[in-house]
């Protein structure tokens, strides 16, 4: 085998193998509201049987909330409108519950969505139905984008509000349609750049929300979560995927 035949078989062992990594294999940073906080890679916890789990309150009407796990705390005093960072845990919510000032027994997760892959990562959005009611929404976070884009997804954490059209403003093509309450309608991977989003009623011309020009970095992944009853508010977190940490 001639060395240039061997270099190119090289070359094309590389280009499968890198196809095959899992994109999840470095630390991950997210930023909320200034704060940021860094969580470990996903696939390191693959094979101790572990997923990564975080909590967004999404009641911006209500208090702090604490997070337990078989009555023991995970995350205490969450403020409304804010994220906490991803923790460990096993393959199992069946004893996870968000419990409020006043409320003993606390919110549960659904039975359909208490069991997680391992390896995977979560985020459990608590949000109001009403005014005495919550409920928990698990959502699977695949945070990394196509190579070249950044990622954006839309959570309707609203209560009363009507199912949203999102698209960018001046553009006529939806980037996401009909998205209902407590629902989000997946990712989408944009070019980099600023927009700035409007957020409408499924299929009506008037605009119920517009944001403030969002700048989109290459590689990041941007949570925009609706809240809010007869008037619309909003806030968002971004995650980015960290550079590997050098061996020593």
């Known amino acids: 085998m001639n060395r240039s035949f061997q270099t190119l078989l090289a070359a094309a062992a590389l280009v499968v193998a890198g196809g095959c990594q899992q994109k999840d294999s470095s630390p991950i940073k997210t930023t909320s509201a200034g ?3 860094v969580s470990s890679p996903a696939d390191s916890l693959k094979a101790r049987g572990q997923s990564l789990v975080r909590v967004v309150n999404a009641v911006t009407s209500g208090g702090d ?31 996870f519950s968000v419990r409020a000032a006043g409320i003993a027994d606390g919110f549960m997760i659904a039975e359909k969505e208490r069991i997680l892959r391992k390896g995977n990562r979560y985020t459990i ?5 009403n005014i005495s009611k919550s409920t928990l929404r698990v959502v699977h976070d695949d945070l990394i ?3 070249g884009k950044a ?17 960018i403003a001046g553009a ?35 605009v119920l929300l517009r944001l403030p020009a969002m700048d ?33």
């Open 65 to 95: 909330v604490s997070v337990l796990v078989s009555d023991q705390p995970l995350f205490r005093d969450v403020k409304p409108g804010s994220v906490t960072d991803y923790r460990e845990i096993t393959n199992n919510l069946a004893n």
């Open 151 to 167: 990622r954006i997804r839309v959570i309707h954490a609203a209560p009363g509000g009507p199912a949203l059209d999102v698209n």
């Open 216 to 248: 989109l970095e290459r590689g990041t992944a941007t949570t925009i979560v609706i809240t809010g009853a007869s008037n619309l508010g909003f806030f968002t977190f971004t995650d980015a995927l960290m550079a590997k940490t050098p061996k020593a």
């Open 125 to 129: 959005f608590l949000i109001a139905e």
């Open 172 to 206: 006529t093509d939806k980037l996401f349609s009909g998205v209902n309450f407590t629902s989000e309608a997946g990712y989408k991977d944009l070019a980099p750049g600023t927009v700035t989003l409007e957020l409408k009623a499924k299929d009506r011309l008037k």
């Open 145 to 147: 984008p196509e190579s």
């Open 35 to 37: 704060e940021t906080n």
